[in-house]
């Protein structure tokens, strides 16, 4: 655990001095309660300068409610629905092919230990403790080196795992499906508001949609790209480390493919979420969507309803 955790946090820790580097000034202006703008005027154009305001330690915490309002009252808009068409598809389409991808995938998992040892690996870089870490790391040299934005990031990233991971784990206790280690059917049998003392008992054979590891890696490396737009790897790198933390669990039997799509759904908007204190952009505005799972024979569906 320690050296997945160490590996992606030293790494990712690299873009506050990278950006620290570069200089505040090419950022955009952040508009919200924890900076500030200054002007320098001269004879020929004006400079804009963000300084960032340290953030309130209680902040991560306290913003979490308003963050779970934002997503169930601002996400589910009109430009929404070709993403969630998307999901829905994507997990229908997946769902169909689990179980042979799966076989593919643990044969190799089994076959090799090379293939384990990857797979466990990434599997821990998925980790909540990976992403505290991190938060920790971002932190600690913000408070060192007098960065408020590094600071920033650490509160932000806490606080979309936090909100992020409680949604996953709603979602969790209301579909009861089986992980590919504990299936009974070839995808996975699906209990629907599982009897909660099981499920405590046996949390495997209820947790595997939708993925909180992929949730909560997606979460925090929006955070730390919306904090830091200049460094330009940091969503490709991010991108790369997503991939292979979902590569990893299916190969460890954790998840099974169709639990990723909602899962990157709810990782991006609720890093966008946490990123963005002053609200969301406008250009996600639009009339309102809702959309609910729903019960139907032998299985689960989506209900879309729309407001004009």
């Known amino acids: 655990m320690f050296r997945s955790t160490f590996f992606v946090c030293t790494i990712l820790l690299i873009t506050a001095v990278t950006a620290r580097s570069f200089g505040q000034s090419t950022e955009p202006v952040q508009k919200d309660s924890t900076s500030t703008a200054v002007e320098k005027k001269d004879s020929s154009s004006v400079a804009i300068k963000p300084v960032y305001k340290m953030p309130k330690w209680y902040e991560m915490i ?7 309002s934002k997503y169930f009252t601002l996400t589910f808009r009109e430009n929404k629905i070709p993403l969630y068409l998307t999901v829905a598809a994507t997990t229908a ?6 179980d042979k991808v799966w076989q593919v995938i643990r044969k190799n998992h089994d076959a090799s230990s090379f293939a384990r040892k990857f797979d466990e690996f990434w599997t821990e870089v998925g980790d909540g403790r990976t992403q505290f870490g991190l938060a920790a790391l971002f932190g600690a040299y913000g408070l060192i080196s007098d960065d408020a934005r590094a600071v920033r990031t650490a509160s932000q990233i806490v606080q979309a795992v936090l909100a992020s991971g409680t949604v996953v784990q709603i979602m969790k206790h209301v579909t009861g499906r089986q992980t590919p280690n504990t299936a009974t059917s070839p995808t996975g049998k699906w209990v ?10 046996h949390v495997s054979t209820y947790d595997a ?14 955070v730390i790209a919306e904090n830091y737009p200049e460094v330009w790897w940091i969503r490709p790198a991010g991108y790369l480390i997503t991939g ?4 990893g669990m299916v190969g ?3 998840h099974w493919y169709s639990d990723y799509p909602l899962a990157l759904a709810l990782g991006y908007t609720f890093g966008m979420i946490a990123a963005h204190p002053e609200g969301i952009p406008a250009e996600i505005a639009g009339k309102k969507i809702n959309i609910m799972p729903t019960l139907v024979d032998n299985g689960f569906g989506i209900s879309v309803g729309y407001s004009f």
């Open 93 to 98: 389409a997946t769902i169909a092919t689990d």
């Open 192 to 201: 629907f508001f599982p009897n909660q003392i099981d499920y405590a008992r």
């Open 252 to 254: 460890t039997g954790i």
């Open 244 to 247: 292979l933390v979902a590569w």
């Open 209 to 222: 949609f939708p993925s909180g590891h992929v949730t909560t890696t997606v979460a925090a490396l929006i």
């Open 62 to 68: 306290t913003n979490i409610p308003g963050d779970w």
